[in-house]
């Protein structure tokens, strides 16, 4: 198995030199191999965004490396970084953050679109992550006009279409109902062992987190304890996830 | 705590207030210049009476439109001032501040801004005035008696007007947020678009609004026809067709891009069209009042500088650029710093006889008119009615006719040469004038390189010229003075005050328009970036550049200043016909009012684009 993340000691220190500076990451290290479905939990303020900024080129930690693809994404300028996201890098957030002024087709087009593929090639490719996502019905309305679990998929859709090399899930569940957050998490298990898509998903929610094949516990910026899945089912992995939880 | 709280908002944003508050400044700025121009009546009465009641119908017309489009303008900027804080209020409210407490702080908050800004504007409106009024006296070479830009009747009137206008902007504004929920104020950004489809009404809305278009262009054009009701039907049909022609035709040409799936799947096109459709629909309204002002101020501007070539009129109408009768030291000392292109002269002898009915008879020799090609200014109709001139030489024949029209214009165009231009005049043989007893004097024609650049040199050698005629005893002083008004520099200053004071209102009502206008517009689209910064940090996140990003909001915004610059223009093509009636030549050098207009024009776009982007897009900090 090959890496798609390799996080080498990163630090991420906050405020200017002499002034009052607050370390948010102190040094980080850990791989997520190719394929591989990871959860990072952690308890507000632990350092869980800052790390997934600094995995998505959205902030720059003050020391380490990040490798993705084997690529150092700690060197890139800022014209590279925005490419970079546009083609190595998946997101669903937990507010969608679909555009409200295009409709879910052109939402999911949007990452090709600025990639520069053909028109022609587009719209296979969108119909395809659409059927395959169960939203093909819906492709011609607007955000607004569709419910919060049909959204968190248009959005998966667009943060598939261009075929990255991982997927950040920045709390995917938290704006959903448990019907919609359950049906999303099974999807995105699905895609991980059907489809090989790997992903990186933030939560603080042991139930979202159970679906995940390993899970790091971030606590005061640094990596705490780690927990794998294994050949446990779900409801194990969950009750185990809860008693690590209950342990701090 | 409250007055705290908003204070320190003020401070957080201070770089959004700084536009608002320089928007609001420039506005009274405006109002204050046109109102000091318009109501200054030292200035109205240095230009010709007759152009006094014209300008007096001009600008108030002008005052009504700039009330107006100020009354507009201030209510963008402060729906620009609302969004940026209602977030803030809605905060308030939640922590548990009264809601009257609220109401108070908005009320005073807009008040005290509004005011501030009046008070700065009015104060460098009385120094634009003076620097505009200036700039454009000297760019223009117009003849302006001095004038001042302090005028208390126009401070008074621009600190009541923009008084009352931001009472009731306050007033508004505390109704809206006292009347809105807590939840709304708070996420005011995230209401979904409302959205309308109906392809058939907008089909018939679009073919109606260009036929109504073209209904007032053609009433415009027909103005002989139709005389002053062009005005009423193209005012109606114009407005109106503009407004069909923006809620309709302009969303369905970005529908129809849209279909284009590969103008479509473009970099960010999808999202520039997609901003377009939605703001089309909220910007119908302001689009088509902006394109109808864009009209009048270029429409002013062109007309205004149009009213120049009446000076060329004046030009025409005499051939010889100068005439001297007397060649003193003092006379030929002036003469040298006047730059002559040719000169020629004319003899001529003066002999009363007090039995003739006329009693000055004027000898000229055959040999002078025949030999030296003299030329005179004919003046006529022409087919379209406009007064034309065209030259002739005068020639021996014509002039010793007695009964034709030619024979009497020659008569009298060649006494108005010499000092004497009432006398009767006499082509004679070069034999029976030297028989006369009489002593032989000359006139000296003269012309001259530049007329215009010239013009002050040439006026005083003309005016010294036929003031040392004063004295002779056969020239009576009344004559002396129609000699002066005669000339070609005494045409061209008479000529050339009546065209300043209207060049000079065109442009300065055509300046004020489009800063309105421009403003206006520029706050209605600053007023939507707080609610396109999750869609542009969106954008960003998703990995596009932030030169893209940039290029899509000059785009977005390039088409909203475009489409109604556009209509703009066609309406003034259309609406100069109608100005055929006054003007000799309504689009000669037309790309002068133009260019002009469009540099200015496309100032205000850049600035709104940096504005935008500014407030839009986030600082990379690395």
């Not at chain 1, 699905?190 to 990186?200: A, C, G, Q, R």
């Not at chain 2, 010889?320 to 007397?326: P, R």
């Not at chain 2, 040469?417 to 009767?424: F, M």
């Not at chain 2, 300043?500 to 007023?527: H, I, N, P, Q």
Request: net charge positive; aromatic share 12%.
């Amino acid at each position: 198995m090959t890496e798609v993340v390799k996080v080498q000691d990163i630090t991420k220190t906050y405020g200017k030199k002499g002034q009052k500076q607050y370390q948010a990451l102190k040094g980080i290290s850990f791989d997520v191999q190719r394929g591989e479905f990871v959860g990072i939990m952690g308890a507000s303020g632990s350092g869980k965004t800052t790390l997934l900024n600094i995995l998505s080129t959205l902030d720059q930690p003050t020391s380490g490396k990040v490798l993705i693809n084997n690529r150092d994404i700690t060197t890139l300028n800022k014209n590279q970084m925005a490419d970079f996201r546009g083609q190595e890098i998946g997101f669903i957030f937990q507010d969608f953050n679909l555009l409200d002024n295009l409709t879910n087709r052109e939402n999911i087009a949007l990452p090709l679109s600025l990639q520069n593929v053909k028109a022609s090639q587009i719209k296979p490719k969108v119909e395809k992550i659409a059927e395959r996502l169960g939203i093909d019905q819906i492709l011609d309305k607007y955000p607004a006009e569709i419910s919060g679990g049909q959204k968190q998929r248009v959005a998966s859709a667009r943060a598939l279409v261009h075929e990255p090399a991982i997927l950040y899930g920045d709390e995917p569940t938290g704006a959903l109902d448990s019907k919609s957050a359950t049906e999303l998490l099974e999807t995105m298990k699905d895609l991980n062992e059907n489809d090989k898509v790997s992903i990186l998903m933030v939560t603080h929610d042991p139930y979202s987190a159970s679906y995940a094949q390993r899970i790091l516990f971030i606590k005061d910026g640094k990596i705490g304890n780690e927990l794998k899945k294994e050949n446990k089912s779900r409801e194990e992995f969950y009750q185990e996830i809860i008693a690590e939880l209950g342990r701090r | 705590m409250l007055w705290k709280l908003s204070l320190t908002g003020i401070k957080s944003r201070f770089k959004d207030y700084l536009v608002l508050f320089s928007g609001l400044t420039f506005a009274s700025a405006i109002f204050y210049m046109f109102m000091s121009i318009a109501t200054n009546s030292t200035f109205l009465k240095g230009s010709i009476a007759i152009a006094f009641k014209i300008t007096q119908l001009v600008f108030g017309f002008g005052i009504a439109l700039l009330a107006i489009i100020t009354f507009v303008y201030i209510v963008y900027a402060n729906s620009f001032l609302l969004s940026m804080r209602q977030k803030d209020y809605g905060m308030y409210m939640m922590l548990g501040a009264r809601t009257s407490k609220i109401g108070a702080l908005i009320f005073l908050e807009t008040l005290v801004v509004g005011l501030f800004a009046t008070i700065l504007g009015t104060a460098i409106g009385i120094g634009l005035t003076q620097l505009v009024s200036q700039l454009l006296i000297n760019q223009l070479g117009l003849q302006i008696h001095k004038f001042i830009g302090f005028y208390i009747p126009a401070l008074l009137w621009t600190l009541v007007f923009f008084a009352a206008l931001f009472f009731l902007a306050a007033l508004w504004n505390r109704h809206k947020l006292v009347k809105s929920n807590v939840i709304d104020l708070l996420h005011e950004n995230q209401k979904p678009v409302k959205l309308r489809h109906n392809p058939v009404w907008k089909f018939i809305e679009a073919i109606l609004g260009l036929g109504l278009l073209a209904v007032g262009y053609w009433a415009m054009a027909n103005y002989k026809v139709l005389l002053t009701n062009s005005i009423g039907i193209g005012f109606f049909t114009i407005v109106i067709g503009s407004y069909f022609v923006f809620d309709s035709f302009f969303t369905a040409i970005v529908n129809l891009l849209r279909k284009n799936k590969n103008f479509e799947y473009k970099k960010l096109h999808s999202f520039t069209l997609g901003q377009l459709k939605f703001r089309l629909g909220d910007y119908t309204r302001i689009l088509s009042i902006v394109s109808l002002l864009f009209a009048l101020a270029l429409g002013a501007i062109t007309v205004g500088l149009n009213f120049n070539n009446m000076t060329e009129q004046a030009l025409e109408s005499t051939y010889y650029d100068a005439v001297l009768y007397q060649e003193s030291p003092s006379v030929k000392k002036q003469l040298k710093k006047v730059s002559v292109k040719s000169e020629t002269t004319l003899d001529y002898k003066l002999v009363e006889n007090k039995k003739e009915k006329i009693p000055q008879i004027l000898y000229i020799p055959e040999n002078e008119i025949t030999d030296k090609k003299l030329k005179f200014q004919h003046f006529y109709m022409d087919k379209n009615g406009q007064q034309s001139y065209s030259t002739k030489t005068f020639n021996v024949k014509d002039l010793k006719d007695e009964n034709s029209d030619r024979g009497h214009e020659m008569r009298y165009q060649l006494a108005s040469l010499t000092p004497y231009p009432d006398a009767q005049v006499k082509v004679v043989s070069q034999d029976q004038y030297n028989q006369l007893k009489a002593k032989n004097q000359y006139v000296k024609l003269l012309l001259v390189n530049n007329f215009r650049s010239n013009f002050a040199n040439i006026e005083k050698l003309q005016k010294m010229s036929v003031k040392q005629m004063v004295g002779q005893p056969e020239v009576e002083s009344k004559s002396i003075e129609v000699s002066l008004t005669n000339s070609k520099s005494a045409s061209y200053r008479f000529i050339s005050s009546i065209a300043s004071g209207f060049e000079f209102m065109g442009f300065f009502l055509g300046l004020a328009f489009l800063a309105m206008l421009a403003s206006t517009l520029m706050f209605k689209v600053l007023s939507g970036a707080n609610s396109d910064k999750p869609r542009y940090n969106m954008l960003w996140k998703m990995g596009a550049r932030k030169s893209l990003l940039k290029s899509s909001i000059a785009k977005e915004i390039g088409v909203l200043f475009a489409l109604p610059a556009v209509l703009g223009v066609i309406d003034v093509l259309f609406g100069l016909q109608f100005f055929k009636s006054i003007l000799k030549n309504p689009y000669d050098k037309i790309w002068i009012p133009f260019a002009i207009f469009g540099v200015l024009y496309v100032i205000y776009y850049i600035l709104t684009v940096v504005l935008y982007q500014g407030i839009v897009l986030k600082k990379e900090n690395n």
